[in-house]
């Protein structure tokens, strides 16, 4: 037979142990979702999506050397905010779904490791990235943001109401396909650019171009063209980047390198007259 007081002790510790159950869903379901809030910045308007589709379409109007396949553009700010994102194809799935996280993956790169005197592309960073190379570890320390980049409704991808713009997906890409953006009148980098879809190279190509017909290209200095450029460098030999900072040869190297050794020459950095 319980005392009273034992009664009152068991039934506090049901009370108790049903509280417990009440906080962890209070059902057979033991996991209880939750729903993050993403935080929504209102983005520097350096690019607007029109303007960016155009470039896109201007810079793929010849071939980029690699497989010359629809592509993905992402542009942020200097805070690494997404402006726009545009693709080339008729739909959605015309170009590599997977390579529109990744062009967002070179904008921020390319964005968060140029300053206005001396700018960096994703293609400088592959030899650097490497064991015993002087970024060794880069490529880990920001990881993409899926709730991001992989947000929203996939019919909205490359639209104006693409569920990136206007957040940041973050993430660290160390291969062709992102160049820093730089102001026609001020000279300083105001966010940058990132293209996939195609070979590294081809995306590095393209990547110019489109900066180039958006005249944000003021590039003072850089790894290569004798320090003045961003370009893309090959100068790997036996697994070894003379300069630190060379890029592998891609698909069709006899098309591919002269095409982005020359882009320099073809499409030159600085604002347009």
Same mark, same amino acid.
């Given at each position: %037979? ?41 983005p520097n308007p350096i690019v607007s999506y029109a303007g960016l589709h155009e ?15 629809? %592509? ?40 968060? !490791?140029?300053?206005?005197? !001396? ?16 970024? !060794? ?12 980049v992989y947000g929203g409704k996939q019919s909205d991808y490359g639209t104006v ?13 160390? !291969? ?82 002269? %095409? ?14």
């Amino acid at each position: %037979m319980l005392r009273p007081g034992s009664t009152l002790r068991a039934a506090r510790r049901g009370v108790a142990a049903c509280a417990l159950v009440a906080a962890i869903g209070c059902s057979d379901n033991i996991t209880s979702p939750t729903t993050r809030q993403i935080r929504t910045y209102k983005p520097n308007p350096i690019v607007s999506y029109a303007g960016l589709h155009e470039a896109l379409t201007t810079a793929l109007s010849s071939t980029n050397g690699g497989l010359d396949f629809p %592509m993905w553009a992402t542009v942020v700010d200097r805070e690494g905010v997404v402006v726009a994102v545009t693709y080339s194809g008729s739909a959605v799935d015309d170009q590599w779904l997977g390579s529109r996280a990744i062009s967002a993956q070179k904008a921020n790169t390319a964005n968060a !490791f140029s300053l206005d005197g !001396f700018a960096l592309s994703t293609a400088n960073l592959f030899s650097a990235v490497q064991p015993g190379g002087s970024l !060794f570890g880069l490529q880990e320390s920001n990881p993409v943001d899926p709730d991001v980049v992989y947000g929203g409704k996939q019919s909205d991808y490359g639209t104006v109401k693409d569920f990136m713009v206007g957040k940041k997906p973050g993430g660290v890409n160390v !291969f062709g396909g992102g160049l820093a953006l730089y102001s026609a009148t001020t000279g300083k980098v105001i966010g940058a650019v990132g293209l996939s879809g195609d070979t590294s190279c081809a995306d590095h190509n393209i990547a110019w171009r489109v900066r180039h017909a958006l005249n944000l290209d003021n590039v003072s200095a850089g790894v290569a063209t004798g320090g003045t450029t961003d370009n893309i460098i090959f100068d790997i030999t036996g697994g070894v980047s003379t300069s630190g900072f060379g890029h592998p040869t891609c698909l069709n190297p006899g098309v591919e390198e002269p %095409m982005g050794t020359n882009l320099p020459t073809a499409y030159p950095v600085g604002p347009t007259p």
